[in-house]
């Protein structure tokens, strides 16, 4: 009799670990080996003296646009604000779009487009006048709008992190690690949207090159940076411009002199990057208690222990410059962008925008 009953337990045992549903469902796919933080990737806390501007008057700067002397950036609560580009003064709201303002960018008609978390591809007009421009493509929502480029004609590129799940499930996004990302092109002469580019490892910074011949797609958790070429002989085709990054890009934007700032939201951690070939043992850890996992940092998802990095890259896709600040004196960088002999860095957790002047090339 206790046989059987220890027979039957371990039937169940197994059915459970084998068979039970889960909320992901990995496909599986192979990563680059991580490349070490040593050499040109050498952590040396160069972002340690870093100005903290505005610090405790904006929530989750996470991207940031400059004009006419004044830094605009949507936080938490939905604000769209704008504050001197020398620090002095608060911050003034212009807008709330009732959403998460991230991504930003100005139309050549002076309107401020954003991307929004929960409201999709959305402007701010000069006199602070706001409107959703597009909310889905084929019928389907937008589920994290995150970030844009505005071409010259007026056609706009930006990222929806997947076509699955919204930024409640983020975590989940993470863990499963398909390629369900999607770049969208909103057409404003039709007022039409449609998807110009899938199969991303979490769609994310969206940036066109200086001759806008290519669009370029940070893949978040592929590491590597996608790119869409828009003419010439290879309109249409897909490779990648830079690849196995010692981070997860972030945000990318141009500094107009052959740079390409590229924000890394967290480091590696090639325990975790290992798990994106083993499908199954995602599943199997997701039935087991977490204190069991082989790997705790699996379930972190966008609470993985961070701390502020990023790269330049040129317009060969070579690492060009690269720093850090590994001991947390800068958190989570989600932007780069370059004004006069500084850079702005904006942060989805920050209360501050950090600044420090553009560094030498490695």
Known sequence: ????????????LAAYLL??????????????????????????????????MWRGKMAGPEATAI?????????????????????????????????RPIGLKFDAQGNLILCDMMKGLVQVTPSGEFSVLSDSVNGRKYNVADDLAIASDGKIYFSDISSKYDISQANLAMMEDNPLGELICYDPATQTSSVALDDMHLANGVCLSPDEDYVLVNETVGFRVSRLWLKGPKAGQRDFFIENLPGAPDNITYNGKGTYWIALAFPRFPKVDALASKPFKKKLMMRLPQFMSSVPEFFLGLELPSYGLFVGVDLDGNITHFMDSHTGEVGLITSVLEYEGQLYLGSLESDYVARVPVPQAI
């Open 19 to 52: 068979f039970w549903p889960v909320p992901i469902n990995p496909q599986g796919w192979n990563p680059p080996k991580a490349p070490p933080y040593e050499g040109k990737f050498a952590l040396c806390n160069s972002l340690g003296g870093a100005e903290k």
């Open 67 to 99: 004009k006419d002397g004044m830094l605009y950036t949507g936080l938490g609560n939905g604000d769209v604000v704008r504050a001197s580009i020398d620090g002095s003064g608060d911050p003034e709201v212009i807008a709330n779009t009732g959403g």
């Open 1 to 12: 009799m206790i046989s059987s009953f220890l027979i039957l337990a371990v039937v169940l």
